[in-house]
């Protein structure tokens, strides 16, 4: 082998080229890593955790309400989103500082820069567009995420997006949300939760495009009955105007919002550009994606790449079980595959969205025969809190082999039940299984072991 510096460099110090990084130094690799922001990445500095912060911080207002219910008065409550940003940052240095220590006890160089591939082994590091060195490395791993997509439109500068949402000096009293997918969903209902005045505009038919249809009806519908202004198959934003205080947002049919903040939430694009990818050779798709096989290699033998900029499953646990299986194949001896399927997931909408396997439309497009099976109902938690919020259950079920295929809930704690919802999935449980499974009463989740009687086929085909 060629003296390189590294046996594997990883670009990006994420959720997965972390995990890379220490498990290719756990079978023994020399190992360098490239970060040009902060160790952690998305889901730690300006993504899933500090998302979640904000999710439990906005459900205090319905939370208060719902205790008077139950015998409490709550008088006096009030919030501070300064204090709320202030101890969200403390928390996401305190994760920064862990990660950092998790690169420093398994021997990992960081290296405190932007990384441009030069050729297939060799890196140029870069600090404030100042060349720092160039490192070499038997295998390179990309590992740099994504990044929030923006539209080109006049005024797009006075918009934000889920980065700057994070780090708004004051709280917006209204704020207009475009787009229908996760980060849209969850934004709303933070903004919301929290008392700002919420628009959000989608495109299509009906939010969260993919999900299973009656969860996101039922996500729909509670979301405008907590007070989130949703308006789906609206015209797009086509500009937006700076005035005195606040901005003018005009849709494409010239409808016009007055709001004070701006925020899209339409996708995140790879953050391959200036990698130096088209210097290598590493074939990317059209939208910037590095396309990669089985092994997570690129089109040139020796570059790797793993999470968000390959563009698969947008998901943090995904890419760290990519980043196990790469580091137990190249360097633990372990030939290991990613198995995508049943892959279970959280929408922190309010209330949450927890799902597993295939929704209904997929089922019915691979199997020939399935049931579906579904409970609706108020949780006990509201009985006596008030809230008319419901909760959606559904099981869908391969009538020929029992297998129950797809898992879907929105209701209180939702992404804590489909958890483990996920590991019977995975295991190709039965209906029959479900049901010989006892109930722990009382519970939302047992709602999953006692689903008897599935939804009549008439009503199905009527549905
Ligand atoms: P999504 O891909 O989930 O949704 C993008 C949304 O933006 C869609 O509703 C889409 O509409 C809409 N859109 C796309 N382009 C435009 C446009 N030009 N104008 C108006 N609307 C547009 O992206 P997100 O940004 O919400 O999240 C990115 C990814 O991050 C997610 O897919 C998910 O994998 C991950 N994530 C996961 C979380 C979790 O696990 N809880 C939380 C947050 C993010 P249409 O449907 O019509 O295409």
Known sequence: MADYDYDLFIIGAGSGGVRAARMASTYG???GIAEESRVGGTCVIRGCVPKKLLVYASQFAEEFAWAEGYGWSVEGASFHWASLIARKDAEIDRLNGLYLQ??????????????ELADAHTVILTRNGHETGRVTADKILIAVGGWPAMVN??????????????????????????GGGYIACEFAGIFNGLGSHVVQLYRSTQILRGFDQDIRDTVAAEM?????????????????????????VTLVDGSTIETDAVMFAIGRAPNTQGLGLETVGVETNDVGAVLVDEDFRSSVPNIFALGDVTDRIQLTPVAIAEAMAFAATQFGGVPTFMDYRDVPSAVFTQPPVGTCGLPEHEARDLYDDIDI???????????????????????IVDRQTDRVLGAHMVGLDAGEIIQGIGVAIKCGATKAQFDATVAIHPTAAEEFVTMRTPVPRLKQAAE
């Open 102 to 115: 998790t690169l420093r006890n398994n021997n990992v160089t960081l290296h405190e820069a932007r990384a």
């Open 153 to 178: 439109i006049p005024g797009a500068e006075h918009a934000i997006t889920s980065n700057e949402a994070f780090h708004l000096k004051a709280q917006p009293k209204r704020i207009v949300i475009a």
């Open 373 to 395: 099976y579904k409970a609706d109902f108020r949780p006990m938690k509201h009985t006596l809190g008030g809230a008319s919020e419901r909760t959606m259950m559904k099981l």
């Open 29 to 31: 690799a020399r190992v």
């Open 224 to 248: 405008r009955k907590k007070g989130v202004d949703l308006r789906v198959e609206s015209p797009v934003i086509e500009r937006i105007d700076k005035r005195d205080g606040d901005l003018l």
